[in-house]
């Protein structure tokens, strides 16, 4: 099929890979994966890349003397799949600059949190921490400051008094799956241009990013 060519970068369960697999079955997303690609030999996404019949690599860091090593190492091979987009999606390793600059704009990420609140880890607790009403997730750019690129769209979700980290990150997961497809979809169309200052949507700068609505499309405003 051709489209866009799409390497995933995946650390753990790989649930986000899989929403993509699935929207490209269903004809949501025009394009395929070419490669995933991982810091974790014997991770969950590396498995259903492998069911997939997919190309997939670990890298891990253990042997290389400092992160720009293993960066070279692993995205040497990301290279060599010759992506038109590499999606981090659930990659726990920080990325060093030689790396970002290579790629960028052409990697995206999905972090699980309301840009720019609570970028870093753990953000399901530090929105409940912070007593924010709304949480959510975003999909940025990737630039070489850590989770601080132009956010392309993000899904929102209410904080309710009964929540714990758990149940934020249980209501979210469904609704990262569907922003990041959709946002992948948007790209793979050629209607949303990720850049590292200044995205585009139809050609025109995107103001602000784009909500995933209930209709799991994506909208202005
Ligand atoms: C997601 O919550 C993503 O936002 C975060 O890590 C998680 C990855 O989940 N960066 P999965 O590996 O795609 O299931």
Redesign the pocket.
Known sequence: MPGLRIAVL??????????LLEAIAAGRLRGRVVGVFSDRPGC??LARAAEAGLPARAVSPRGFPARAAHDEALFSEVAAVQPDLIV?????RIIGEDAVRRFMPRMI????SLLPRHPGLDTHARALAAGDREHG?SVHVVTPALDAGPVLAQARIAIGPGDTPETL?ER??PR??ALLTACVALIAEGRLLPDAECPRLDGAPLRRPLRLGDDNRLHEG
């Open positions: 995946a650390s753990g369960r790989g649930s986000n890979l899989q929403a969950r996404a981090c999606a659930g990659y726990l990420n999905i972090h699980p997730a990150a979210l997961l990262e799956h």
